[in-house]
């Protein structure tokens, strides 16, 4: 059975520049995540979607920041304009969802690097 | 708030040695709790979650405690292997039951020396 997967692998931009990362979660989850992770620091959560409604996006930067779970399956996370900042690891999981042992299983992440 | 503090930040064993990682957190009034694994450059892999109202769960060489009332986890790895090397994150879930956020440790880096 496939993963999480997302791409790209690796991202380099200049700032100001928009930047888009994909993710499939694994088939039959109904809970995906996005998170952020920084250098040294666990992951904070960015975005999390139930099927195809976001029901938590309290810690996503709204100015800049987009995401949207299309037929609640793929998601995309965007970012526009990219700031030097948003340098760090971009993480996406999935797991069968709400009343489930609540496992997440995440992707290899994409590293972005904003110059 | 909830606040999760993994300590050591990082530790170095050599191979065989049996070792314990800590995990505490602020709020006791978690849904549940897990331990995760990363490799460099990679995700996370979840090695054990426990229920709030489990104790402990076992997994091979791994043994996860929880006690709530002390806001402690513990991680305890038997017979360290080489390959045992990567960061240990802890998260819990709580501040609303199924409906809360996993909220992160920043990971004990563990080094076992063959």
């Known amino acids: 059975e496939a993963g999480v997967v997302q791409s790209p692998r690796y991202k380099i931009i200049e700032k100001k520049q928009p930047v888009a990362f994909w993710c499939n979660p694994i088939?039959?989850?109904?809970?995906l995540y996005w998170y952020l992770q920084n250098l040294g620091q666990g992951p904070e959560l960015l975005i999390r979607?139930?099927?195809?409604?976001?029901?938590?996006d309290s810690q996503l930067p709204k100015d800049r920041f987009s995401a949207e779970r299309l037929k609640g399956v793929d998601s995309t996370l965007k970012i526009q304009p990219a700031e030097l900042g948003d340098s760090a690891v971009y993480l996406c999981?999935?797991?069968?969802?709400?009343?489930?042992?609540?496992?997440?299983?995440f992707g290899s992440g994409t590293q972005l690097s904003v110059l | 708030k909830q606040e999760v503090t993994q300590i050591p930040a990082a530790l170095s064993v050599p191979e065989g040695e049996n070792l314990v990682l800590n995990c505490s957190f602020t709020?006791?009034?978690?849904?549940?709790l897990q331990w995760f694994r990363q490799d460099p450059g990679k995700g996370l892999t979840s090695l054990l979650l426990?229920?709030?109202?489990?104790r402990e769960q076992t997994s091979g060489r791994l043994n996860a405690s929880l006690d709530k009332s002390s806001g402690r986890s513990t991680l305890y790895i038997a017979a360290s292997q080489p390959g045992d090397s990567a960061t240990y994150l802890c998260?819990?879930?709580?501040?609303?039951?199924?409906?809360?956020?996993?909220?992160f440790g920043k990971g004990t880096k563990l080094s076992v020396k063959p």
């Open positions: 999981a999935s797991s069968l969802g709400v009343g489930t042992d609540e496992k997440l299983f």
């Open positions: 709020d006791s009034a978690i849904y549940n």
């Open positions: 998260a819990v879930k709580g501040g609303g039951g199924s409906q809360g956020n996993l909220i």
């Open positions: 979607y139930e099927n195809e409604e976001a029901v938590d």
């Open positions: 426990i229920q709030s109202s489990q």
């Open positions: 088939s039959g989850h109904n809970t």
